[in-house]
């Protein structure tokens, strides 16, 4: 028996590190694109049109908890990390919530031990700067923890604004941000259903789980973040939409009937929702 667990386990850590190259190997060379995919005058319209829109229900939000993010700052962020070209409609209004709930949370948690965050879908950095604001605007003490498939030091395009600079890595895109990205934010790179257990945390007090979105990895991810959390604690998703994402929809319910959270649903209004599920049982 004993020797049958070496064999599986040798075979486990041979395809793991053929799959882990064969991720690098991709991830590594320029996944969006090898050209710049739009001009700057074509960023800047579609950033001016998204910052212009208005949204009543995270405003409702907002003025709810009291805590609202300073817009000018987040248009900033979100001009470099978040106005790209896709098919669908562009929103950062994700940036809005988790400022306003992280913040909420703070003000009424009761430890003053540093407070551990987990994020999944790190992509160009846009929401973990976001919560590194908040945690700073509170002066909190905390660290971000997020995952994602995409390299933090690898030069690419990323099919934004900055790609006109040149290719830059996620590191370099984050620099004018650098008193946030340095101090609190630890930049993971890796598919979260390896890593995500992995990284030792006694306590996940906040998350943002913006992954994969198939019913599995959800609430695999779910499931992970739920068994270090606590009575009070949040974790909030993005994307909370049953005609484009139902296997992530499903996996939220589910997972709040059964890991004991509440659910509340918000609407930005361009058919993209966003649930912030609360533990209320233990």
């Known amino acids: 028996m004993t020797t049958l667990h070496h064999m599986i386990g040798t075979l486990a ?12 190997k991709f991830w590594h060379d320029y996944p969006f694109g090898k050209t710049i995919r739009a001009s700057k005058e074509e960023y800047l319209a579609l950033w001016q049109n998204e910052k212009s829109s208005t949204y009543p229900e995270i405003d409702r939000l907002e003025k709810e908890m009291g805590f609202s993010v300073e817009k ?42 540093p407070l551990t965050i987990f994020e999944t879908g790190t992509a160009r950095g846009f929401s973990s700067i976001v919560m590194a604001k908040a945690l700073s605007d509170h002066s909190a003490n905390g660290k971000i923890v997020t995952f994602d498939i995409l390299p933090h030091n690898v030069s690419m395009y990323w099919n934004c604004i900055d790609d006109h600079e040149g290719s830059k890595s996620r590191k370099d895109l984050l620099q004018p941000w650098g008193e946030l990205s340095g101090f609190s934010i630890l930049f993971i790179e890796g598919d979260s259903r390896i890593n ?37 604690d949040i ?48």
């Open 72 to 113: 000018d700052w987040l248009d900033d962020l979100a001009l470099h990390t978040q106005i790209v070209i896709k098919s669908s409609p562009l929103c950062y209004q994700h940036g809005r919530i988790l400022y306003t709930i992280l913040r909420k949370y703070l003000s009424q948690r009761a430890s003053s031990a």
């Open 13 to 24: 850590r041979k395809l793991h590190k053929f799959a882990d190259t064969w991720s690098k």
């Open 235 to 282: 974790i909030v998703f993005d994307d909370y939409n049953m005609a484009d994402f139902p296997g992530l929809v499903q996996a939220v319910d589910d997972g709040c009937d059964s890991f004991g959270y509440s659910k509340e649903i918000i609407e930005s209004g361009k058919n993209r929702k966003y649930v912030i599920a609360k533990r209320i049982k233990g």
């Open 196 to 232: 995500l257990s992995r990284v030792c945390a006694d306590h996940i007090g906040f998350a943002f789980l913006d992954g994969a979105h198939g019913y599995d990895d959800v609430l695999f991810e779910f499931e992970t973040v739920a068994r270090k959390q606590k009575i009070g």
